[in-house]
Nanobody
Framework: QVQLVESGGGLVQAGGSLRLSCAAS????????MGWYRQAPGKQREFVAV???????NYADSVKGRFTISRDNAKNTVYLQMNSLKPEDTAVYSC?????????WGQGTQVTVSS
């Protein structure tokens, strides 16, 4: 089992920044993939960004150039630096931890961007 705890969400004005963190604990494997997804009210969950244990990254087109995913393998933590936030970025942001035998999810953290 892997436990994930997100933090760093909150209320911010458009154009502002937030940094989300997701700490993993439990049955940690050195080779894994961690990612961020978000779900806005009334919408399906959508992919935001992903990072492998080697540091390769990929982003949704909607956040490219504004969001940066990074990780600290020593702390089993992944981060999402969000800059130039827009009201349409408002959502519950959840991290996941992908292993060959399963995918684990955190409980999510609310990000609200006011116009």
């Amino acid at each position: 089992q892997v436990q994930l705890v997100e933090s760093g969400g909150g209320l911010v004005q458009a154009g502002g920044s937030l940094r989300l963190s997701c700490a993993a604990s439990g049955s940690i494997f050195s080779i894994n993939v961690m990612g961020w997804y978000r779900q806005a009210p009334g919408k399906q969950r959508e992919f935001v960004a992903v990072i492998t244990s080697e540091g390769s990254t990929n982003y949704a087109d909607s956040v490219k150039g504004r969001f940066t995913i990074s990780r600290d393998n020593a702390k089993n933590t992944v981060y999402l630096q969000m800059n130039s936030l827009k009201p349409e970025d408002t959502a519950v942001y959840s991290c996941n931890y992908v292993l060959p035998h399963g995918v684990y999810w955190g409980q999510g953290t609310q990000v609200t961007v006011s116009s």
